[in-house]
């Protein structure tokens, strides 16, 4: 099994909403990703977790809340969010060997309303 | 970490060889080339990545250049399905891993 799992494919929410994105692996990845994509630019790293941990933070706002509860889930929080916010949010993972080659998710696809 | 250059936008024929060029002249003797695509409306794909040495997989070959810095990607007979963002990147092997996308290439496959 080689996928990487994101769900909701698509998401609409208001600015005082709180929702969740979820993505999965089962390729037994201890490191996983999180993006953000705006239109025709490329992806842009968020959030790195290593062996479930936090261990990089590209100076995201705090209405966006990562989470790791096992080593094949990520989660990323969503609350109080402004309409530049929306973007496609992926989600990748990879080994921590010597070939660190990402796998990515197709995404979410999120609009703030 | 080394930043990459690459030209905005490529054309190629069907059935010809793509060859994409990319420049990354600050790379560090321990940073590896990756490259990646990333087809209209999906998640970026992994393609290949290299050191030193060139590689080839089933997908694409890896050209870098003695002084490492400048690669080339070939795509040996482009398809009409490799019409994508190409993008080449940089990254050290150890730690968290930190894959930072330039603007890439958008390639485009001509009938």
């Known amino acids: 099994d080689t996928e990487v799992t994101q769900t909701p494919k698509h998401l609409v929410m208001g600015m005082t909403n709180k929702k969740s994105l979820k993505c999965e692996q089962h390729?037994?990845?201890?490191?996983m990703y999180w993006y953000k994509q705006k239109a025709k630019k490329p992806p842009e790293l968020m959030f790195v977790?290593?062996?479930?941990?936090?261990?990089i933070n590209e100076s995201v706002p705090s209405r966006f809340s990562p989470e790791c509860p096992n080593s094949s889930l990520l989660n990323l929080h969503l609350h109080a969010l402004q309409p530049e916010d929306s973007a496609l949010y992926l989600c990748?993972?990879?080994?921590?060997?010597?070939?660190?080659?990402?796998?990515f998710g197709p995404g979410t696809r999120l609009t703030v309303t | 970490d080394a930043k990459t250059t690459q030209p905005p936008s490529m054309d190629c024929a069907e059935g010809r060889a793509a060859n994409l060029p990319c420049n990354h002249s600050?790379?560090?003797?321990?940073?590896?080339v990756y490259w990646y695509r990333q087809i209209h409306s999906q998640g970026p794909q992994y393609i290949i990545h290299?050191?030193?040495n060139n590689e080839t997989n089933e997908m694409a070959s890896l050209i870098i250049t003695e002084d490492r810095k400048s690669s080339t990607l070939i795509l040996p007979h482009a398809t009409l399905r490799d019409t994508a963002v190409y993008y080449c990147?940089?990254?050290?092997?150890?730690?968290?891993?930190?894959?930072?996308f330039g603007q890439g290439t958008r390639l485009t496959i001509n009938p």
């Open positions: 290299g050191l030193k």
């Open positions: 600050t790379i560090s003797g321990n940073e590896y």
């Open positions: 990748a993972s990879s080994p921590l060997g010597r070939s660190r080659e990402q796998y």
């Open positions: 390729m037994g990845h201890r490191a």
């Open positions: 977790y290593s062996y479930e941990k936090l261990s």
């Open positions: 990147t940089v990254l050290l092997i150890q730690g968290a891993q930190k894959l930072v």
